[in-house]
């Protein structure tokens, strides 16, 4: 997806998008491609005794991925400036991740 995205945005939009607009595209992108590696790695975690932290981990990587890149991408494309105000939310989902992540480190000691 995060491939995806960033093609995407490098071919189709390079030239319908300024750059505050591409800018903004290509930190949705980076976000999304670092946190959906980060909610698989989780989930093999899970998987191999990581427990329910790290199934909380992928949940919130995951739903705080579509938020905060969501948001962005929409954003970049002309959405509602509203939407700047949900953002945060999904960036707060991702910093619980982290947090999640870190206590099943933490348990497994």
């Known amino acids: 997806m995060g491939v995806m995205f960033g093609a995407f945005g490098a071919h189709a939009l390079r030239n319908r998008l300024d750059p505050s607009q ?3 595209w290509q ?3 980076n976000y999304l ?3 959906v590696l980060a909610a698989l790695f989780a989930a093999r ?3 191999s005794g990581g427990g329910r932290p790290a199934l909380v981990a992928v949940a919130l990587f995951l739903a705080g991925t579509l938020v905060f890149s969501g948001t962005l991408f ?3 494309l002309g959405g509602p400036r509203w939407f700047g ?3 945060p939310l999904g960036g707060l ?3 619980a991740g982290w947090l999640a992540l870190a ?3 933490w348990r497994q000691k």
């Open 45 to 47: 975690w899970a998987d």
């Open 85 to 87: 105000a949900i953002t």
């Open 93 to 95: 989902a991702l910093i």
């Open 103 to 105: 206590v099943a480190a």
């Open 22 to 24: 591409l800018a903004i």
């Open 33 to 35: 491609f670092w946190h």
């Open 27 to 29: 930190t949705g992108v």
């Open 74 to 76: 929409a954003l970049a």
